[in-house]
């Protein structure tokens, strides 16, 4: 007992020692000498990818040339003096040899930077080699054999105009046979990118929104319309590397010159590909062992069952689009991606924990299984090869090995000094095998995140324990913190955004990443020798991947999740700077309490942003608004004001983020309605963002379904949250709270067509419509729901996408229809307008919701001009951004949330000039006023960001205000007479400017009368 007592005391002395020591190490100046040659090959084989192979060459020659002088006049310089040679020649002696030093490393840069042109020069030349290149300028069709690469992987889904472009199967393969149009057969080695379409693909309107290579969820389950499997698509989406392929292509050039593919192959897959050659008995082992893994996963639930391949071996495939937003909005796609830290992980658990580094070989399974050093390198080293295997042995994956292994190096020394020349030499390494690597952002970020490990999260988290943080979180706290600041410039030049939540997010998903990483990978090897085994195993890690989905999706809801920052390297540099600075004060700022808590208060309050506080600062949303078209791009999306945060929405545009910022900022969480006038996916497709985080009662579309892939989208959404769907009827009439509203359209099909007359109007513009036929609505468009709204006093008609057919058919169904306050044009503004209508309706405000620089003109000059002839204001969402109507009949206003600083030439609105307050400016040769422009507080208009009032007071000339009126007047009254005989009555109506609180067992909706 006395002599196991004395092991024990004296391995603790031992251990302390050697922690004491390395501690001391790591206090000195770190080690730069190959950080130079490593930034040198980097930026040399960047330059050079882009470059001539005549210029590179020149290059190189004289930066060996220069590199031999320097090394000549390195050993001109006299050595290192004796320790007894006389004081003045030991002085002059130092002096020299230090000055020999930094010849050699100054000649070390350039001939590093020589290797790294000469190979990125070299590999450039290989991509441009061969027949291809040549075809691909030409779009001519080729029959070629490849070799894939990769796994393949589904693009995501994009939305253009109205319709979703059905997803794509890309993959990279090399080309190794190209047959040519003469019959003639080249044997070659260049890099392509194949995308392959199913036949038929996705019609305008109908169809599926996804081909047959995807299924209801990602690739795991292909099926077509009919909802069955679809052989050909699996096939496709079970390629494995190395496997040979044939295929019929038309070859076409990549968008960027200087890229690693020579051509881009578009296939048309009619059938399974034509197999020329099996994959290798590796790729095969990996790739059952992925299968596998997915299988297991399985019966998981969603964002599990997506999430726990990814964390493992980096697959994506089923990741959706929604929780991918969420990990890019609060940092954590590196979760996603294959990185050091995965490996890192798995060793950790053969070798011990971080906080024992210092005797790292004698912790963890090591130890216990009583394996020596070499044993337990010897399988670490075979671990690593299996995980390299696992993830394909691609350029990430193999960079990922290398950034583990170092971080693994310092689990198992503790010498932190040592490894950044490490790094420095991993990163040499890698860029002359694959000099891709030097214009890769994810290289980029890896490497700044390693270095920031290894430099600043140290001092960091000594800093934090000398301020009374526990060692173990001041280490966590630090490596997120130094990570995300080296990180974020580079964020800020791809995404155009900062975010606020990474470092909390990070630091709550750490809590489960260990968890989730080491029982993924157990389910991984045991799936294909016991799948029950694998399948309790991955339920296990289940666990933690949804705590980790779960702060991903809680964090990007956040207002204040992230922020606009200006994009490209200008924005980066500035980022940069100003990390820098907040540094700087930020040290100043831990000295004093009161401060550290005050700065730690305006952080958490800029990002929850309560609503009353951002009203204040702001001055948005407005506090009395009814109507809100918030801008999200290219599409419709408008919320109605009923009640303390309650809200009907009117379509939710093509983004769900947009959608789902605009009512988090109008502070909107109870949704009674959510109707949808019509399944084009600038209308729907934003959809899940508004569901996100909200109770909501009922949804109501059209009558038409079509297009029968997003009408599908809409009612799997729906079925999802658990949420009745609805059909709007003609003639239903609903009021909630201070809102009523009426259907005045889709009428039943078959709907009366056109006159004659009417019929004969020519047909302009950009409109996708073909006209009302008899007997059938004419598209997706003409059956839009139209709604006629009051709120407050206010008229507002929403024609939803309705085309002049349908827009003649409304009128003449409703012909007591005139004289609205609000007018949502129809379209996005386009110039299919029916002008009988417009002129009847004669609105104060026009609002159009449209996306900047889009490609179908919206909205058109003519639109916009026919408004304001008839004295309309007309506001835009591509200019002014979000939209709030507020007021009253007798004092109309709008407030916009901010003029964007881009447009297109020629429609940019001008700024007022003149005193603060109230403005007026006359619009030359017309003779009329424009609108009076009052913008909140005092000082000279703002530009970007603005919120600006606009008074509808004043439109027009006397004489025509005054016409207007009595129009006006004499329209109410007959649109009055015309409800009351047969159309029911809006006096029984709530029409208060009250908030009304409602219990939320039940949609709150009333109706008054239905059709």
């Known amino acids: 007992m006395t002599s196991t007592g004395a092991s024990i005391e004296g391995f603790g002395n031992r251990e302390r020692a050697s922690a004491g020591s390395a501690e001391a190490a790591q206090d000195g100046p770190a080690d730069l000498r190959l950080v130079g040659p490593a930034v040198a090959a980097w930026a040399a084989a960047a330059v050079a990818l882009g470059a001539p192979g005549g210029a590179v060459a020149v290059g190189c020659i004289v930066a060996v040339v220069l590199a031999g002088l320097v090394l000549w006049w390195a050993r001109a310089l006299p050595e290192r003096p004796d320790a007894s040679a006389p004081p003045a020649a030991m002085a002059g002696g130092l002096l020299g040899g230090r000055s020999a030093g930094a010849l050699v490393a100054l000649a070390a840069v350039l001939l590093c930077a020589a290797a790294g042109a000469a190979s990125a020069a070299l590999h450039a030349a290989d991509v441009r080699r061969g027949p291809l290149p040549a075809w691909a300028q030409r779009y001519a069709r080729l029959t070629v054999e490849l070799e894939v690469t990769d796994d393949p992987r589904l693009s995501r889904p994009k939305v253009r105009g109205s319709q979703q472009a059905p997803p794509a199967l890309l993959f990279n393969a090399d080309a190794v046979r190209v047959t040519t149009p003469d019959g003639r057969v080249t044997d070659v080695r260049t890099p392509v990118l194949a995308v392959v379409q199913q036949q038929g693909g996705t019609k305008h309107g109908k169809g599926t929104s996804r081909s047959a290579l995807s299924g209801p969820s990602g690739p795991s389950g292909p099926i077509g319309r009919s909802g069955q499997s679809d052989p050909s698509g699996s096939a496709w989406r079970g390629l494995l590397p190395s496997t040979r392929i044939r295929v019929v292509a038309r070859v076409t050039a990549p968008l960027a010159a200087a890229d690693r593919t020579a051509a881009v192959l578009r296939v048309t897959a009619d059938g399974p590909p ?15 062992l992925r299968a596998g893994l997915r299988t297991a996963t399985d019966g998981l639930t969603p964002d599990a069952r997506a999430l726990l391949p990814g964390l493992v071996v980096g697959d994506v495939s089923r990741v959706p689009p929604d929780l991918d937003e969420a990990f890019s909005a609060t940092d954590l796609t590196h979760l996603l991606a ?13 070798i011990g924990p971080p906080h024992l580094a210092a005797r790292a070989e004698r912790r963890g399974l090591a130890r216990r299984l009583g394996l020596s050093l070499r044993g337990t390198a010897l399988i670490g080293g075979a671990l690593a090869l299996a995980f390299v295997l696992v993830c394909r042995p691609d350029p990430s994956v193999l960079r990922a090995a290398a950034c583990g292994l170092i971080t693994l190096l310092a689990i198992g020394t503790g010498r932190r000094r040592s490894l950044l020349p490490a790094l420095a030499a991993a990163v040499l390494l890698l860029v002359l095998y694959d000099p891709w690597l030097a214009r890769r952002y994810g290289f980029l970020l890896s490497v700044l995140a390693t270095g920031a490990l290894l430099l600043l999260a140290p001092r960091w988290s000594a800093a934090l324990q000398r301020r009374r943080v526990p060692p173990r979180l001041a280490e966590v706290v630090a490596a997120a913190a130094a990570a995300q600041a080296v990180c974020a410039p580079v964020i800020a030049v791809l995404a155009a955004r900062v975010g606020l939540v990474g470092v909390p997010c990070n630091l709550l998903a750490e809590l489960a990443v260990a968890p989730a990483t080491i029982l993924g990978f157990a389910a991984l090897a045991v799936a294909p020798l016991a799948l029950p085994v694998a399948k309790v195993l991955a339920w296990c890690a289940g666990w933690p991947a949804e705590w980790i989905a779960g702060v991903a999706r809680t964090g990007a809801e956040l207002p204040g999740a992230e922020v606009g920052w200006p994009g490209g390297w200008v ?24 401060l550290s808590v005050a700065c730690a208060l305006a952080v958490v309050l800029a990002v929850c942003r309560p ?9 948005w949303p407005p506090p009395d608004w009814r109507v809100v078209a918030c801008d999200v791009g290219q599409g419709d999306g408008l919320v109605l004001a009923a009640g303390d945060g309650t809200a009907v929405v009117v379509d939710t545009g093509p983004e769900p983020r947009a959608i789902d910022r605009c009512l ?15 399944f084009h996916a600038d209308h729907v497709d934003g959809l899940p963002g508004a569901l996100r985080g909200r109770s909501v009662g009922a949804i109501e579309t059209t009558t038409l379904q079509e297009p029968y892939g997003r009408a599908k989208f809409v009612r799997e959404a729906a079925a999802g949250a658990r949420i009745p769907v609805l059909r709007a009827v003609p003639g239903e009439r609903r009021h909630l709270g201070p809102l009523a509203w009426e259907v005045l359209w889709p009428v039943a099909p078959p709907f009366t067509p056109p006159t004659s007359v009417q019929a004969a109007t020519p047909r302009t513009g950009t409109g996708t419509g073909t006209g009302a036929g008899a007997g059938e609505f004419s598209g997706p468009n003409d059956a839009s729901v139209a709604l006629l709204v009051r709120t407050g006093g206010l008229t507002v008609l929403l024609l939803g996408d309705l085309e002049p057919p349908a827009q003649q058919a409304l009128f003449a169904a409703h012909p007591e229809l005139s004289a609205v306050d609000v007018l949502k044009v129809a379209h996005h503004g386009s110039a299919y307008q029916d002008p009988e209508l417009m002129r009847h309706l004669m609105p104060r405000l026009a609002l159009i919701s449209c996306g900047a620089g889009n490609p179908y003109g919206h909205p058109a000059l003519r639109t916009i001009a026919s408004l304001r002839a008839g004295g309309t204001l007309v506001l835009r969402t591509d200019t002014d951004g979000a939209i709030a109507v507020v007021g009253t009949p007798g004092r109309l206003a709008a407030v916009v949330g901010g003029r964007r600083p881009r447009g297109r030439p020629g429609r940019s609105r001008r700024r007022p000039r003149g005193v603060p307050g109230r403005r007026r400016r006359e619009l030359r040769g017309t003779g009329r006023s424009m609108p009076t422009l009052r913008t909140r507080g005092t000082g000279p208009p703002r530009s970007s960001g603005v919120r600006t009032r606009q008074d509808l007071r004043g439109t027009g000339t006397r004489k025509e205000t005054e016409t207007r009126k009595a129009t006006r007047k004499a ?3 007959r649109q009055e007479k015309g409800r009351g005989k047969g159309r029911g009555k809006w006096q029984g109506m709530s029409q208060g400017t009250g908030r009304t609180h409602i219990s939320w067992t039940m949609p709150p909706l009333t109706p008054i009368s239905g059709g």
């Open 971 to 973: 329209t109410r009254k």
């Open 338 to 350: 294959v990185s050091g830290s995965n490996l890192t992980i798995v060793l950790a658990l053969l």
């Open 611 to 619: 609503a009353p506080l951002t009203r204040v600062l702001t001055g």
């Open 274 to 288: 034509v197999e020329v050659g099996p994959p290798s008995p590796l790729q095969r082992l990996a790739g059952s």
């Open 664 to 678: 988090t900022t109008l502070g909107i969480h109870r949704i009674p309605l959510l109707l949808l006038t019509h």
């Open 571 to 594: 924005g980066g540099l500035m980022l940069a700077v100003a990390t820098v600075v907040l540094l700087a004060v930020g040290r100043r700022v831990l000295r004093r309490r009161w």
